[in-house]
C-alpha cells in the first residue's frame, strides 16, 4: 500500500481519526473501485460521497440524459446541462471535486452484453436504478459472471 501523501493526510484527516477507518482504511478507499449502474436520483449523491470519500475509482453507467424532471432531485445537474449524458456531466463534477478519483465512464445501458465489461476490475456493484429490469438484469448478470464480490442494491423501480 502507497502511503497518503500530505495532502491526502489534510483532505482526509476527519475520516482517518475514526477507529472504523484509521489511515489503513483510507488507504483501502484509494485503492478501491466501485462500479455504480445508474446515474440518477441514487447514483449521484452516491457518486459524490465516494468520490469525496477518496474512493480511488468509481465507473459511472447510464445511458440516461438529463431532463428538466430530474432536477429536483439529482442536484449534480443544473439547467444548463438538460439534453446531456448523465454520466459524462457527473464525471466532471466529480473530477472537480475529488482528483484524487478516477472516472471511468460508461455511457451504456448494463445488459448481457456489456456486463463483462462493466464488472471487470471492480471491488463494488452498486445498483440505483430505477426499473425493475435493471435490478433483475444486474441481478442475475452479476450472480452469475461476479460470485463471490459485493453488491448494493438500493432505491426503488419506476417501471
Not at 432531485?73 to 478516477?102: C, M, P, W, Y
Not at 426499473?131 to 453488491?151: F, H, M, N, P, V
Amino acid at each position: 500500500m502507497a502511503e497518503l501523501t500530505d495532502k491526502q493526510l489534510t483532505r482526509y484527516a476527519r475520516q482517518v481519526i475514526l477507529p472504523e477507518v484509521d489511515l489503513e482504511g483510507q488507504q483501502r478507499l484509494l485503492e478501491s473501485s466501485v462500479l455504480i449502474v445508474g446515474a440518477g436520483g441514487l447514483g449521484c449523491p452516491l457518486a459524490q460521497y465516494l468520490a469525496g470519500a477518496g474512493v480511488g475509482r468509481i465507473r459511472l453507467a447510464d445511458n440516461d440524459l438529463v431532463e428538466l424532471s430530474n432536477l429536483p432531485r439529482q442536484v449534480a445537474f443544473s439547467e444548463s446541462d438538460i439534453g446531456r449524458s448523465k454520466v459524462e456531466v457527473l464525471a466532471g463534477q466529480l473530477s472537480r471535486a475529488n482528483g484524487d478519483t478516477e472516472i471511468d465512464l460508461r455511457v451504456e445501458k448494463f445488459d448481457a452484453r456489456s456486463a463483462g465489461d462493466m464488472l471487470s476490475g471492480v471491488d463494488l456493484v452498486i445498483d440505483a436504478t430505477d426499473s425493475l429490469q435493471a435490478r433483475l438484469d444486474i441481478d442475475s448478470t452479476t450472480r452469475r459472471d461476479w460470485s463471490g464480490q459485493e453488491r448494493i442494491t438500493g432505491g426503488q423501480w419506476l417501471s
